[in-house]
């Protein structure tokens, strides 16, 4: 007897082979036989006539280390038919790491990703130092798999302790740093994450940036013992540095057998060659046999915002910044003193902020007057005789900064240029950043953005292809053992949804985080069945109690 059959779906395997009617068998949390009318009886049957069944999606960018010591199922990533995660990116991650440096390491997330203080103090019991430890504090939990990262910035702290943040790395240092990476590596970390452009709560660039190239390769030569990952954040504002940084990945790659993979990559029309010179030096580089995947969100960004707390938004706006990091009271002063507004504006822009926060919509607020929820701000400007930056501060002010604004569309500003990225062979699928960037946008909402806009709205790929871009293809370049395939003896990761109708549904605010923190999240359309090694995480358009999630093996 089975323990799960879903019977008579449309199956495309992952493989991007043409989809085919047929049962698929479960029993012992992998797959034991996928064909037509499958003999045999079930002890639970899911009917997928009319629905498409999958290999579970498996998402390459995300920063769920804290949240997946109170939430194992990573919410939401499940009921988007994400089965596996990976962690750790932009060059953090909660191991290892020491008693003494989890302050500075926690404002750095709280920085970098706009993670809410208390989601560090409020939700769980720091019980580990070491990377082994990290991964027991969260594999008895998991309803979702998990493929962690370690971060460069955790293991110069270890090792350096506050030179990490001043200076680059003696040999033995490196020396110490290999170790270290080596053990993380033993423990289960799927590779290495380091950063280019991050900054720390107080502006000071994170310990990566301090790294010489020497320190970099010797980690990269553990990396290749194992033919693990190396992730970067590169300067991906500056196409020339970005191009620099793909052949410093290629040469990385072929001198250890290590892959790569770099993210974001946007393709805007403020800087239409940007995206098409990488992706070319990508091209090139893959020619020489590197192995260099760029990472392409499907999405734009919505970015939602207000003058209570830091935002992403104003993240290359020095003196917003150093604003709103203020205290409350602080922060009100600063806004109503004349000559630090005078500042703020200029950093704005010499036209007034128009073309940086004119498009802005009013989204509302608690406090928000009546009538501006959806107004742009040029208009309401306009209509009150201000410049868009003068206007988004004003009525900030007179309703107690509680008021959201939302810049729409940001990074990708033109999807007919992106499916052909997508497409790309040598695209890589990702960047959600699910689990950061909490009050700020909705990180979820690629997958049914790539059916939705990209298969049935565009057809730039077929929903074969769309299917092995986000399972086997990414299992495969991740070196993730088992997983990404419908097939006999593998791990049974399952999606059934309708191809018809999978799209990524509205944004709406939930408050689930520790200390009733808010967060943005995207519903999911279109998603009928989520499987995590043979067990049903999610049906019905509800969570189970299933937590068969695991630490992912690797190749």
């Known amino acids: 007897m089975y323990d799960l059959l ?22 012992g949390g992998r797959i034991v036989s996928v064909g037509p009318d499958l003999p045999g009886e079930a002890r639970r049957t899911v009917d997928a006539t009319g629905r498409l069944v999958a290999p579970g999606f498996i998402d390459p960018h995300t920063h769920f280390d804290v949240q997946l010591l109170w939430d194992g199922a990573a919410k939401p990533a499940l009921e988007h038919g994400i089965t596996s995660i990976v962690p750790g990116n932009c060059s953090l991650s909660l191991a290892p790491l020491r008693a003494g440096d989890r302050p500075g390491v926690i404002g750095m997330f709280q920085q970098i990703e706009e993670m809410p203080p208390e989601a560090f103090t409020q939700a769980f019991d720091w019980t580990w130092e070491d990377f082994a430890g990290y991964r027991a504090a969260i594999e008895p939990r998991l309803a979702i798999n998990v493929a962690p990262l370690v971060g460069h910035s955790v293991i110069r702290q270890w090792v350096m302790g506050a030179d990490a943040q001043q200076r680059a ?39 990566s940036r301090f790294a010489a190239f020497e320190e970099l390769d010797g980690l990269c030569a553990v990396l290749g013992e194992f ?21 410093q990945l290629a040469d990385l790659s072929l001198a250890h057998g290590i892959p790569t993979t770099f993210s974001p990559v946007f393709d805007s029309q403020a800087t239409p060659d940007a995206a098409p010179r990488a992706l070319a030096r990508v091209e090139e580089q893959f020619a020489r046999g590197a192995r260099v995947w760029p990472q392409v969100q499907t999405r734009p960004i919505d970015i939602s915002f207000s003058l209570l707390r830091p935002s992403l938004f104003f993240a290359r706006l020095p003196r917003w910044v150093r604003v709103l990091r203020l ?35 009013v989204r509302g607020g608690d406090r928000a007057p009546a009538g501006l929820a959806g107004r742009t701000l040029s208009s309401i400007a306009a209509e009150r005789g201000e410049t868009p930056v003068r206007a988004l501060l004003s009525l900030s002010l007179e309703n107690g900064l509680d008021v959201a604004f939302l810049a729409a569309s940001r990074g990708h500003d033109d999807t007919a240029r992106i499916g052909p990225m997508l497409a790309n062979p040598h695209v890589h699928i990702g960047a959600s950043d699910g689990g950061a960037h909490l009050a700020s946008f909705a990180t979820y909402g690629d997958t049914g953005y790539l059916f939705s806009e990209f298969v049935r709205k565009a057809g730039a790929l077929t929903l074969e292809a769309a299917v092995k871009k986000i399972t086997s293809d990414t299992a495969e370049i991740w070196g993730l053992k088992d997983r990404g ?8 990761d399952v999606v059934v949804f309708d191809a018809a109708t999978i799209g990524r549904g509205a944004e709406r605010p939930v408050f689930d985080m520790p200390g009733d923190g808010m967060r943005y999240i995207r519903d999911a359309i279109g998603i009928d069945t989520v499987v995590v090694n043979g ?12 937590a068969a999630g695991t630490i992912c093996a690797l190749n």
């Not at 993380?184 to 502006?203: I, K, Q, R, Y």
């Not at 036209?351 to 498009?359: K, N, S, T």
């Not at 067990?535 to 299933?546: C, F, N, V």
């Open 6 to 27: 879903i019977k008579g779906g449309l199956v495309a395997d992952g493989t991007g082979a043409p989809g085919f009617l047929a049962d698929v068998a479960i029993t």
């Open 169 to 207: 790395a003696r040999l033995d240092e490196i020396t110490a740093m290999g170790d270290l990476l080596r053990d993380c590596l033993e423990a289960g970390a799927v590779g290495l994450s380091t950063s280019f452009v991050d900054v720390d709560e107080n502006g000071r660039p994170v310990p």
């Open 227 to 247: 033919g693990r990952m190396l992730q970067i954040v590169p300067e991906f504002y500056d196409v020339d540095i970005t191009i620099a940084r793909i052949d």
């Open 327 to 361: 205290p409350l009271e602080q922060r009100l002063a600063a806004l109503t003193d004349p000559s630090t507004v005078e500042r703020m504006i200029a950093d704005a822009g010499p036209d007034g902020g128009e073309r940086l926060m004119g498009a802005l919509i």
């Open 485 to 492: 395939v419908l097939r006999e003896g593998l791990a049974a």
């Open 535 to 546: 067990e049903i995480a999610w049906s019905k358009g509800a969570y189970t109690d299933a």
